[in-house]
């Protein structure tokens, strides 16, 4: 259980879950033309999680510090979980997500893709190494790479199949796929900055420059706060833009993505306590799980 805790295993379930409602509840619905099999599938999944998670251990490795200050009752390396064997796993994982990866490019025909899971594992590294502590940085990275668990879906699946006969269906499943990255991207990047704000105290001891730290809390709440509003606006924009006669799908998104949204900004406005802190993050969690949730419901919309 204790590397179960060590991974993460719930924000791997997520991830993988939202890779699941693409291909199934979005790409086969619409009728997309896609590449890869259910096992080819199955170990895209696979590939992914495995990067994930050892973007997770390198990151409380080089949190240990920090942690012990934030969160002392969940450190897990060098009480529960001794530093070598962390950074064992840490390889072992890199090595089957970058091999794998290896195995699907080749696979699709398209090698130069395996490229991608090595970018995606050093970029977890130089986060948790160096990256992290810079000034928005850290946030804007680790948030690019939870859009790019979305996208790489589509670019193994839906990419490879593209012909000038589909080239219009596909580009139109592959901009839905973009709309929901962008969505991870801003819901994650908020909710980054709330961490930070949670992280404060032990983030200035270990020298961390992040925007809680550079600004002070109630200027960086303030932030949040504002883009909280930007999200609400973005996401009524796009239910008018695209959602305005598709009932089913207005519904879900007016009452599971902007009402939540909107109690996240009042919450938000005057929040000041690590617990208010915590809170928001958990519901910034929740209403990016719902929002991912809606993927299913879209083979209810025309394709236009």
């Known amino acids: 259980m204790n590397y179960l805790k060590l991974i993460r295993y719930q924000n791997l379930l997520f991830i993988a879950l939202a890779q699941v409602f693409l291909k199934y509840g979005l790409f086969q619905p619409f009728g997309a033309e896609t590449t890869l099999n259910s096992f080819t599938f199955t170990l895209l999944i696979l590939a992914t999680l495995c990067i994930a998670a050892a973007g997770n251990i ?51 025909g398209k090698p130069s893709f395996a490229a991608l899971f090595i970018v995606f594992s050093a970029l977890l590294y130089l986060y948790a190494s160096y990256l992290k502590g810079m000034l928005l940085i850290g946030n ?8 790019a668990s979305l996208i790489i879906v589509a670019l193994f699946d839906l990419f490879p199949a593209i012909t000038s006969q589909n080239q219009i269906q596909q580009s139109v499943v592959f901009k839905l796929v973009l709309h929901y990255a962008m969505f991870a991207f801003s819901i994650n990047l908020i909710r980054e900055i709330v961490k930070d704000l949670q992280d404060i105290n032990g983030d200035k001891k270990g020298g961390m420059n992040t925007l809680a730290i550079a600004l002070g809390r109630k200027r960086t709440i303030t932030i949040v706060f504002v883009l909280g509003v930007f999200m609400v606006l973005g996401v009524v924009l796009y239910m008018y833009e ?13 009452f599971g993505i902007v009402a939540p ?27 990016m799980f719902l929002g991912i949730c809606s993927i299913p419901l879209y083979q209810f919309v025309i394709l236009k």
Not at 69 to 77: A, D, G, H, R, T
Not at 140 to 147: D, E, F, Q, R, W
């Open 58 to 108: 390198i990151n409380d490795i080089y949190d240990v510090e920090i942690d012990r200050i934030n969160k002392p009752n969940k450190v897990l390396i060098g009480k529960k979980i001794s530093e070598r064997s962390a950074n064992r796993l840490f390889i072992i994982l890199n090595v089957i997500g970058v091999s794998i990866g290896f195995f699907l490019a080749n696979s699709i």
């Open 140 to 147: 804007i990275l680790v948030s690019a790479l939870v859009a």
């Open 242 to 254: 695209y959602l305005y006669n598709k009932q089913v799908l207005l519904l879900y998104f007016l």
């Open 261 to 287: 949204l909107l109690y996240f900004c009042i919450k938000s406005w005057d929040a000041g306590t690590l617990r208010e802190y915590a809170f928001l993050s958990k519901l910034l969690k929740m209403i």
